[in-house]
Nanobody
Framework: VQLVESGGGLVQPGGSLSLSCAAS????????MLWYRQAPGKQRELVAL???????NYADSVKGRFTMSRDNAKNTVYLQMNSLKPEDTAVYSC?????????WGQGTQVTVSS
C-alpha cells in the first residue's frame, strides 16, 4: 500500500495551493480519505475528510477556504487550499481508513510566509 502526497511548497499569505494524494494497493473507492496536518510543536490536526460516498467534513479553522475532493478513477484525493494563512504552515499527510485498516503517506510541507 502506498499513499504519495504532492503539491506542497512555499506560498505567500492569501495565496493558494493544491495538494494531491495518490493511492495504490487498496480498493480506493471503499476508503474514507483524510487530510491531517502537523505544525512544529503542535498536535496533529484533522483538516478534512471525504467518505467513500463523497461526503466531506472540515475543521472549523479551514471551512470556507479548503475544499477536499476525490477521483476514484485515478485513486487520488485532492485538497484545494485558498486564502492561505501563516498558521496553515504544517506538514500535510493523507490517510486512508476502512474496516479497521489505516494507511498514511509521508506528508508534504506547506509553508505560508511572505
Amino acid at each position: 500500500v502506498q499513499l504519495v502526497e504532492s503539491g506542497g511548497g512555499l506560498v505567500q499569505p492569501g495565496g493558494s495551493l493544491s495538494l494531491s494524494c495518490a493511492a495504490s494497493g487498496i480498493i480506493f473507492s471503499n476508503y474514507t480519505m483524510l487530510w491531517y496536518r502537523q505544525a512544529p510543536g503542535k498536535q496533529r490536526e484533522l483538516v478534512a475528510l471525504i467518505t467513500s460516498g463523497g461526503s466531506t467534513n472540515y475543521a472549523d479553522s479551514v471551512k470556507g477556504r479548503f475544499t477536499m475532493s476525490r477521483d476514484n478513477a485515478k485513486n487520488t484525493v485532492y485538497l484545494q487550499m485558498n486564502s492561505l494563512k501563516p498558521e496553515d504552515t504544517a506538514v500535510y499527510s493523507c490517510h486512508a481508513q476502512w474496516a479497521g485498516s489505516v494507511y498514511w503517506g509521508q506528508g508534504t510541507q506547506v509553508t505560508v510566509s511572505s
